[in-house]
């Protein structure tokens, strides 16, 4: 990656974790909406910088705002949660990469199955270890699913196509 690459990188991992910090009400457990997963459709237009900044972000967001009461548990947060969004938004990378509406739909649906069966699977184990809710597996997913639809569905493939149609209408380097 070159210097410009990494800092695209490093400006998505920080409104990531900024994001994160800033709504941890919102950013866990189990029905949550974490507004900086509309970032991980940043990896559609932006590429490879995007997935890497998405990546550092979520490690450093869950590690700074995790509300598990362990350092342990929020390792393990920032751990598997940030191997969700890098699969997600690579997956997505590939499908979607500057190109139609269509591959980006088709890139957010993937995105958001990843991440609601990834990290609905972990955070079960989480609610019981810190605070001793047992949640079945299939409302643990379902909980994510919402609002992974809302920020990555509708905010996270309007923000791509809007950057996208920017790009397209920027004068040449």
Known sequence: MNARGIAVAALVAAMYAALVAALPM???????V????AL???????????????TLGCFLG???????GSALLAAIDAVL???ANFLASYLAYRIAYR???????????????????????????LLEWAFGAEVPLW????GVVPGSLLAIGVL???LAVALERFFEGAPPK
């Not at 869950?62 to 598990?68: C, D, E, I, K, T």
């Not at 190109?99 to 972990?122: D, F, M, P, Q, T």
């Open 26 to 32: 919102i950013s866990f457990l189990l029905w949550q």
């Open 34 to 37: 974490r507004l900086a997963d």
């Open 40 to 54: 991980l459709m940043l990896s559609t237009v932006l590429g490879w910088p995007a997935v890497v900044g998405v």
């Open 62 to 68: 869950n590690l700074m705002a995790a509300p598990w």
């Open 81 to 83: 949660g940030s191997a």
């Open 99 to 125: 190109k139609g509406l269509r591959s980006k739909i088709l890139a957010a649906g993937c995105e958001i199955a990843v991440v609601s069966i990834i990290v609905g699977s972990y955070l079960k184990f």
């Open 139 to 142: 409302l643990s997913i379902t």
């Open 156 to 158: 996270g493939t309007s």
